[in-house]
């Protein structure tokens, strides 16, 4: 079964760039590597996955490498408001239905 | 669209008790899950239904039973609830097919069990 490790926390300051990593050594060959934020109190959301190389959208970056055990949140600039948890999540099962977060990363951005 | 809906919001039991919570969506997807988030904890699935008419255990999956009522509704089922399962219950439901891993989320249901 595939599984996700991640550092348990990270400290940054207004204006940096952030970059969370994530193992997932088992990943199945056609899986998604996917990653959500969790503010207290709320739900996750989603907010960036891929398969391989590089995927940017208006908020994050997601590089995979070629063999895909790994991959990096890329949070560029970030603001106090991006202090949060953040999870990576692949599948863990072969039909990819069964979705299990890791316990996430828990990024603090100081000013 | 209202998105993924939960009720009730919060819920104080005694031990022993029971109680469903329910779940909606009105995004017409296919997969649906049940996750608990213990204080300071990450999600943690305990069933989920990859279509409706099928149900299958996460990873805590003792203590609850569930009904994938129809493609809007999965409830989740406490019978005799006990103070290990006081913990925020999520709702989600899945975008589309695998590989597309994404889920959308519910407020969540704040439980105590007494």
């Known amino acids: 079964l595939a599984k996700t490790t991640q550092p348990i926390s990270m400290d940054s300051y207004e204006g940096q760039e952030v970059n969370i990593t994530c193992s997932h050594n088992?990943?199945?060959?056609?899986?998604?590597i996917t990653w959500y934020q969790q503010f207290p109190s709320q739900g996750p959301r989603f907010i960036i996955q891929?398969?391989?190389t590089k995927v940017t959208n208006e908020v994050a970056s997601l590089f995979i490498p070629a063999d895909r055990k790994s991959s990096t949140l890329s949070l560029p600039r970030v603001s106090l408001s991006d202090t949060a948890v953040y999870y990576c999540?692949?599948?863990?099962?072969?039909?990819?239905?069964?979705?299990?977060f890791g316990g996430g990363t828990r990024l603090m951005v100081k000013p | 669209n209202a998105g993924v809906t939960q009720t009730p919001k919060f819920q104080v039991l005694k031990t022993g008790q029971s109680m469903t919570l329910q779940c909606a969506q009105d995004m017409n997807h296919n997969s649906m899950y049940w996750y608990r988030q213990d204080p300071g904890m990450g999600l943690r699935l305990i069933y989920y239904?990859?279509?409706?008419?099928?149900?299958d255990k996460g990873e805590v999956p003792n203590g609850y039973n569930v009904s994938r009522l129809n493609k809007r509704e999965f409830s989740l089922r406490l019978e005799s609830a006990a103070p290990s399962q006081t913990s925020v219950y999520f709702c989600?439901?899945?975008?589309?097919?695998?590989?597309?891993?994404?889920?959308?989320f519910g407020p969540g249901t704040r439980l105590t069990v007494l």
């Open positions: 891929g398969y391989k």
């Open positions: 088992n990943i199945a060959t056609n899986d998604y």
């Open positions: 999540l692949v599948a863990v099962n072969n039909a990819g239905n069964m979705l299990t």
């Open positions: 239904s990859a279509s409706e008419g099928t149900t």
């Open positions: 989600a439901s899945r975008r589309g097919q695998p590989p597309n891993n994404e889920q959308f």
